[in-house]
Protein backbone atom coordinates (compact mmCIF):
# COMPACT_ATOMS: atom_id res chain seq x y z
CA UNK A 1 0.00 0.00 0.00
CA UNK A 2 1.34 3.41 -1.01
CA UNK A 3 -0.10 6.38 0.25
CA UNK A 4 0.34 9.86 -1.44
CA UNK A 5 0.11 13.30 -0.12
CA UNK A 6 0.46 16.47 -2.67
CA UNK A 7 1.21 19.89 -1.50
CA UNK A 8 1.77 23.09 -2.73
CA UNK A 9 -0.75 24.32 -4.95
CA UNK A 10 -2.20 27.73 -4.43
CA UNK A 11 -3.68 31.18 -5.92
CA UNK A 12 -1.13 32.93 -8.52
CA UNK A 13 -1.31 34.64 -11.29
CA UNK A 14 -0.13 34.03 -15.02
CA UNK A 15 3.22 33.94 -15.25
CA UNK A 16 4.13 33.06 -12.27
CA UNK A 17 5.94 29.82 -10.99
CA UNK A 18 4.40 27.03 -8.55
CA UNK A 19 6.37 23.62 -7.14
CA UNK A 20 4.48 21.01 -6.02
CA UNK A 21 5.14 17.91 -3.79
CA UNK A 22 4.05 14.74 -3.48
CA UNK A 23 5.06 12.59 -0.20
CA UNK A 24 4.84 8.68 -1.07
CA UNK A 25 4.61 6.40 2.07
CA UNK A 26 6.39 3.00 1.65
CA UNK A 27 9.86 1.95 1.64
CA UNK A 28 9.92 0.95 -1.72
CA UNK A 29 9.07 4.02 -3.30
CA UNK A 30 12.37 4.14 -6.15
CA UNK A 31 10.27 1.19 -7.95
CA UNK A 32 7.26 2.98 -8.86
CA UNK A 33 6.61 4.99 -11.78
CA UNK A 34 5.13 8.36 -10.74
CA UNK A 35 2.94 10.57 -12.07
CA UNK A 36 1.04 14.22 -12.39
CA UNK A 37 -2.46 14.54 -13.44
CA UNK A 38 -5.06 17.45 -13.43
CA UNK A 39 -8.59 17.90 -13.71
CA UNK A 40 -10.21 20.82 -14.54
CA UNK A 41 -13.90 21.58 -13.32
CA UNK A 42 -16.19 19.69 -16.25
CA UNK A 43 -13.19 18.18 -18.18
CA UNK A 44 -11.44 14.77 -17.63
CA UNK A 45 -8.70 13.69 -15.68
CA UNK A 46 -5.11 14.24 -18.27
CA UNK A 47 -1.96 13.81 -17.84
CA UNK A 48 0.79 16.17 -17.06
CA UNK A 49 3.77 14.59 -16.84
CA UNK A 50 5.74 11.52 -15.33
CA UNK A 51 8.96 9.69 -14.51
CA UNK A 52 9.85 6.19 -14.02
CA UNK A 53 13.50 5.75 -13.77
CA UNK A 54 13.49 1.97 -16.05
CA UNK A 55 11.29 3.55 -18.71
CA UNK A 56 11.78 7.78 -18.93
CA UNK A 57 10.07 11.16 -18.52
CA UNK A 58 7.39 12.14 -20.36
CA UNK A 59 5.41 15.59 -20.49
CA UNK A 60 2.07 16.74 -21.91
CA UNK A 61 2.81 18.81 -25.37
CA UNK A 62 0.83 21.61 -23.31
CA UNK A 63 3.43 21.95 -20.59
CA UNK A 64 6.30 20.84 -22.09
CA UNK A 65 9.18 23.23 -21.53
CA UNK A 66 6.90 24.82 -18.80
CA UNK A 67 7.05 22.13 -16.20
CA UNK A 68 9.72 19.78 -14.94
CA UNK A 69 9.02 16.29 -13.04
CA UNK A 70 11.95 15.20 -10.46
CA UNK A 71 11.85 13.41 -7.61
CA UNK A 72 14.11 12.76 -4.39
CA UNK A 73 13.72 8.85 -4.04
CA UNK A 74 15.86 9.69 -0.38
CA UNK A 75 12.69 11.27 0.76
CA UNK A 76 10.21 9.60 -1.05
CA UNK A 77 9.31 12.63 -3.16
CA UNK A 78 8.06 13.26 -6.33
CA UNK A 79 7.77 17.27 -7.60
CA UNK A 80 6.36 19.25 -10.67
CA UNK A 81 7.87 22.41 -10.67
CA UNK A 82 5.42 24.74 -12.98
CA UNK A 83 6.97 28.15 -14.65
CA UNK A 84 5.55 30.36 -16.74
CA UNK A 85 2.10 29.60 -15.48
CA UNK A 86 -1.16 30.37 -17.85
CA UNK A 87 -4.89 30.53 -16.82
CA UNK A 88 -5.58 27.15 -18.68
CA UNK A 89 -3.16 25.50 -15.96
CA UNK A 90 -5.84 25.84 -13.30
CA UNK A 91 -7.15 22.81 -12.35
CA UNK A 92 -6.71 20.11 -9.15
CA UNK A 93 -3.14 18.13 -9.44
CA UNK A 94 -3.13 14.53 -8.53
CA UNK A 95 0.54 12.68 -7.81
CA UNK A 96 -0.05 8.79 -8.76
CA UNK A 97 2.20 5.89 -8.32
CA UNK A 98 2.13 3.10 -9.85
CA UNK A 99 4.63 -0.33 -10.58
CA UNK A 100 3.54 -1.34 -14.07
CA UNK A 101 4.23 1.67 -16.10
CA UNK A 102 6.04 1.95 -19.05
CA UNK A 103 6.75 5.33 -21.43
CA UNK A 104 3.88 4.46 -23.59
CA UNK A 105 1.51 3.77 -20.91
CA UNK A 106 2.20 6.91 -18.66
CA UNK A 107 -0.08 9.12 -20.06
CA UNK A 108 -2.82 6.34 -19.08
CA UNK A 109 -4.59 6.89 -15.81
CA UNK A 110 -6.09 3.15 -15.45
CA UNK A 111 -2.27 2.18 -15.07
CA UNK A 112 -1.98 3.87 -11.80
CA UNK A 113 -2.19 2.15 -8.39
CA UNK A 114 -2.66 4.62 -5.94
CA UNK A 115 -3.83 8.31 -6.31
CA UNK A 116 -3.16 11.47 -3.20
CA UNK A 117 -5.81 13.64 -2.76
CA UNK A 118 -5.09 16.53 -5.27
CA UNK A 119 -4.09 19.90 -5.07
CA UNK A 120 -5.80 23.43 -6.25
CA UNK A 121 -3.86 25.52 -8.40
CA UNK A 122 -5.37 28.39 -9.70
CA UNK A 123 -3.52 31.09 -12.29
CA UNK A 124 -5.00 34.20 -12.74
CA UNK A 125 -4.97 36.38 -15.76
Known amino acids: QVQLVESGGGLVQAGDSLRLSCAAS????????MGWFRQAPGKEREFVAANRWSAGTRYADSVKGRFTISRDNAKNTVYLQMNSLKPEDTAVYYC???????????????????WGQGTQVTVSS
Open 26 to 33: GRTFSVYG
Open 96 to 114: AAGRQITLPTMTIPGQYDY
